[in-house]
């Protein structure tokens, strides 16, 4: 098990120095009535909320926080809600972050991934499922479709910070399969058991990412369509890398809302990725509640607390000891509690 987290109010001053960070905050950072803004954790697993999904209805909120990183401040305050286990009925509070902010008022580019994974681990976290609204490059992958990716091509452009590994702190992390493969098979047998109920799901995909926030153009969709991509979006990274940094398995779920700009039909606009998210936005949420019913089996605890990735950011580190920058490794340590002691 891992150590419980705790939750101090912020001070009423913002930290003086970048390096002054306390732990976790959880402050009222918009209050809402009779919510709590501190929680004693810890929260194993989140859902990241993408375009359309700005919060998850049908849960019991526990907690609003807003907790403070080195990196920054999240998205959003996270959401811990409660989701109730279908064997034991006990209460699994699961974290819920809204990528693009609760208004959707952040950018592709601007989404603060570093301080959204740290923010989630230092709760405990280390399983996550992303949603994504994506365009489908192909034609049998029809808008409202699902798809599980199993690979991404980045076509981001090098200017959203990256890593957690900077400034005098080297570290280079697997990322062959950029997603969890223990993950993407519970996500695949709960998208199948929902099939023939409006769920159409696609086992695998090659998701491109791209940099946004303009849409692509035909020769760039079509040049995407070339190399086998299946859907392209403006999020999958950097989170999954940083994800994978932080030791955290990753699934991303895609739900097509377009066929972008390569297809006979209207080019993509926001209206029309709008319009398929709501109008499907039940069976998006009917598929979450799923996948948290069989992640809270006690027979996945072992892939919720990804062992398998215990401890491995640890030995990717190639910088020595005695070359390593005090802010840099203060930075880590707040991330990696103990790591590098
Ligand atoms: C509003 S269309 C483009 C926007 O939609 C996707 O968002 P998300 O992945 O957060 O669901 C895409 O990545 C773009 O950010
Ligand atoms: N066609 C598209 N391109 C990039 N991101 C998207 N999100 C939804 N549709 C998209």
């Known amino acids: 098990m891992?150590?419980?987290?705790?939750?101090?109010?912020?001070?009423?001053?913002?930290?003086?120095?970048?390096?002054?960070?306390?732990?976790?905050?959880?402050v009222p950072y918009r209050r809402m009535a009779g919510v709590p803004t501190t929680y004693d954790g810890p929260v194993h697993i989140a859902v990241i909320g993408g375009t359309g999904v700005q919060s998850l209805p049908g849960f019991t909120l526990a907690a609003n926080l807003d907790v403070s990183t080195p990196w920054g401040s999240p998205s959003s305050p996270i959401s811990i809600l409660q989701h109730p286990s279908p064997t034991t009925g006990k209460p699994i509070p699961i974290a819920f972050l809204s990528r693009h902010g609760v208004h959707h008022e952040l950018a592709p580019h601007e989404v603060p991934n570093r301080a959204n994974l740290a923010a989630l681990r230092?709760?405990?976290?280390?399983?996550?499922?992303?949603?994504?609204?994506?365009?489908?490059?192909?034609?049998?992958?029809?808008?409202?479709?699902?798809?599980?990716?199993?690979?991404?091509?980045?076509?981001?452009?090098?200017?959203?910070?990256?890593?957690f590994f900077e400034g005098g702190m080297v570290g280079h992390v697997g990322f062959g399969d950029p997603f969890d493969e223990g993950l993407a098979k519970i996500v695949r047998k709960c998208g199948h058991s929902l099939e023939g109920e409006g769920v159409r799901l696609h086992d695998k995909g090659l998701v491109i990412c791209m940099e946004g926030p303009q849409f692509s153009t035909r020769a760039e969709s079509n040049l995407y369509r070339s190399w086998g991509g299946s859907v392209i979006n403006m999020s999958a990274l950097p989170e999954a890398k940083l994800a994978r940094e932080a030791e955290i398995a990753y699934q991303m779920i895609c739900m097509a809302t377009d066929y972008d700009c390569w297809h006979d039909s209207e080019d993509v606009n926001v209206e029309m990725v709008m319009g398929h998210m709501k109008a499907n936005a039940e069976n998006a949420r009917r598929f979450v509640g799923a996948v948290l019913n069989e992640l809270c089996k006690e027979e996945h605890e072992d892939q919720v607390l990804a062992k398998h990735l215990d401890q491995m950011t640890k030995f990717s580190i190639s910088t020595h000891k005695d070359g390593r920058s005090k802010e840099a490794e203060e930075k880590l340590q707040w991330l990696f509690p103990g790591y590098f002691d």
């Open 122 to 163: 230092s709760l405990g976290v280390r399983t996550i499922i992303a949603f994504s609204a994506v365009g489908s490059l192909q034609e049998e992958i029809r808008p409202r479709d699902f798809v599980v990716p199993d690979q991404v091509i980045d076509r981001t452009k090098g200017i959203r910070p990256f890593t």
């Open 2 to 26: 891992l150590t419980p987290v705790r939750f101090f109010t912020r001070p009423s001053k913002p930290p003086l120095s970048p390096f002054h960070f306390s732990r976790s905050l959880s």
